[in-house]
């Protein structure tokens, strides 16, 4: 796994995450997986902030290993923003973006789920 974040200037912060995994069983690897993740957030002042998150997965599997039918292949991309506003201290506005796409046969990520969101968030 490496992990790795930077904050160029005070209100800019970027991160970025790449994990790797894998399960040997019976002396053959069973299956690897790769997840990459990038993630920016900005915060205008103490009211105001947008983030933007891109994640990356992929799975190779040795079909023959499983109990059941397995794709040998899959994988998924999906990107996530939000736009967050503190209306005062207890009070909070958000609108946010998702996009999620699968892999398909020709190695491509096309949309398969977008979703766009509003929420307000009131402390009692």
Not at 56 to 67: D, E, M, P, Q
Not at 115 to 124: D, G, N, Q, T, V
Request: proline share 4%.
């Amino acid at each position: 796994m490496f992990t790795s974040s930077i904050r160029p200037n005070t209100h800019l912060g970027l991160a970025a995450n790449i994990d790797h995994e894998w399960l040997n069983v019976q002396g053959s690897q069973l299956y690897t997986a790769e997840i990459d993740r990038l993630k920016a957030s900005y915060i205008f002042n103490a009211r105001s902030l947008a983030r933007i998150v891109l994640q990356k997965n992929n799975v190779n599997r040795t079909a023959w290993l499983y109990s059941v039918p397995v794709d040998p292949r899959d994988g998924d991309f999906t990107l996530s923003a939000l736009y967050g506003y503190r209306i005062n201290w207890q009070t909070t506005f958000y609108v946010g973006y998702g996009d999620f796409r699968l892999l398909d046969e020709n190695n491509r990520f096309p949309p398969n789920r977008r979703a766009l969101f509003m929420k307000a968030s009131y402390a009692f």
